[in-house]
């Protein structure tokens, strides 16, 4: 089974503290990807990487910035957490197009990461 | 733009049947997925779709796909409270994937 993990389940930081959220995939995955959830607004992109040391903008980057030093890890950085980053932070992988027969562009998801900022 | 519109919230009585729709924007889009989160969980793969068919069934699962209207829709028969999640339709136009806002399935007893 494929498993993703997230450092954290919660995490409570203050205003203008450095914030790391830790990604972790076993399936050798090319593509992995950050969203944060809220409600009413859904799932929104933040930023993803279709490879190692490469990184694509989503819909929502400012304020955010990721690294990916191997394949199997994907960071978001919050440089100066504010409150209105406070939400649902959720890491999710995938196989490129090409890179398996599976089903093309699933995603995988891992458990989430509830950020409170104070 | 590239919206997936769905109804925010949906309220099933236990072992009626539960119908969640969704409208997605791109007629590229090769398959179409619905996805499942339970409380506290990230998202996962419930079902999907593919572009050249108008149904699929899985078990409880019914996948109704127009394309003419861009119109997906997933029932679920013999609703249980096990089902109380939130359902996300995704469309995958241009090698992405969208996911629409998801849906609040509440279970009444």
């Known amino acids: 089974d494929v498993k993703v993990t997230q450092s954290s389940r919660y995490l409570v930081k203050r205003t203008g503290e450095k914030v790391f959220l830790e990604c972790v995939q076993d399936m050798d995955h090319e593509n992995m990807f950050w969203y944060r959830q809220d409600p009413g607004l859904g799932l929104r992109l933040i930023y993803f990487?279709?490879?190692?040391?490469?990184?694509e903008k989503g819909d929502i980057p400012e304020g955010y910035s990721v690294s990916r030093e191997k394949k199997e890890r994907f960071s978001l950085i919050l440089e100066s957490a504010s409150t209105n980053q406070t939400s649902m932070y959720l890491c999710a992988s995938s196989f490129s197009e090409g890179q398996s027969l599976l089903l093309p562009y699933e995603q995988y998801f891992g458990p989430g990461t509830r950020l409170t900022v104070t | 733009g590239e919206d997936v519109e769905q109804s925010l919230f949906l309220s099933v009585r236990e072992g009626d049947s539960s119908v969640i729709n969704c409208t997605y924007t791109d007629s590229s889009s090769t398959y179409l997925y619905w996805y499942k989160q339970e409380p506290g969980a990230g998202l996962q793969l419930l079902t999907y779709i593919f572009s050249n068919m108008d149904m699929k069934q899985d078990q409880r699962l019914t996948v109704l796909l127009n394309k003419k209207d861009k119109h997906l829709s997933l029932r679920i028969a013999d609703t249980q409270t096990g089902d109380s999640a939130i359902y996300f339709c995704?469309?995958?136009?241009?090698?992405?994937?969208?996911f629409g806002k998801g849906t609040r399935l509440h279970i009444l007893p």
């Open positions: 990487s279709y490879d190692v040391k490469m990184k």
């Open positions: 995704a469309e995958t136009p241009d090698d992405k994937i969208i």
